[in-house]
């Protein structure tokens, strides 16, 4: 079982950054491939990135390919996303997640989420 626990977020202007961090409890983190998800109000949570149990494939949506990095350290249970050039679009709550399915998509296919981080991006 894993515990997951996200920060970092904020507000932050259009073609701003911020770097979200999801640190995990439990000795099993790196069995487990981790994602990025987003709610915004009125909508469906929706995939933002994926990583391996390894780190050595990644996954993301088309909507942030090219401005936004997924990456971990499982020597520090500890898995990030780096976001770049920052749109209002890209307003919503974050999750982390963690699955045994590498590369998956789908909210469904996580069985562990932390409780969210707020991103706010102004125009």
């Known amino acids: 079982q894993v515990q997951l626990v996200e920060s970092g977020g904020g507000l932050v202007q259009a073609g701003g950054s911020l770097r979200l961090s999801c640190a995990a409890s439990?000795?099993?983190?790196?069995?487990?491939?981790m994602g990025w998800f987003r709610q915004a109000p009125g909508k469906e949570r929706e995939f933002v990135a994926a990583i391996s149990w390894s780190g050595s494939n990644t996954y993301y949506a088309d909507s942030v390919k090219g401005r936004f990095t997924i990456s971990r350290d499982n020597a520090r249970n500890t898995v990030w996303l780096q976001m770049n050039s920052l749109k209002p679009e890209d307003t919503a709550v974050y999750y982390c997640a963690a699955t045994i399915r590498i590369g998956a998509t789908e909210p469904r296919a996580y069985g562990y989420w932390g409780q969210g981080t707020q991103v706010t991006v102004s125009s």
């Open positions: 439990g000795r099993t983190f790196s069995s487990y491939a």
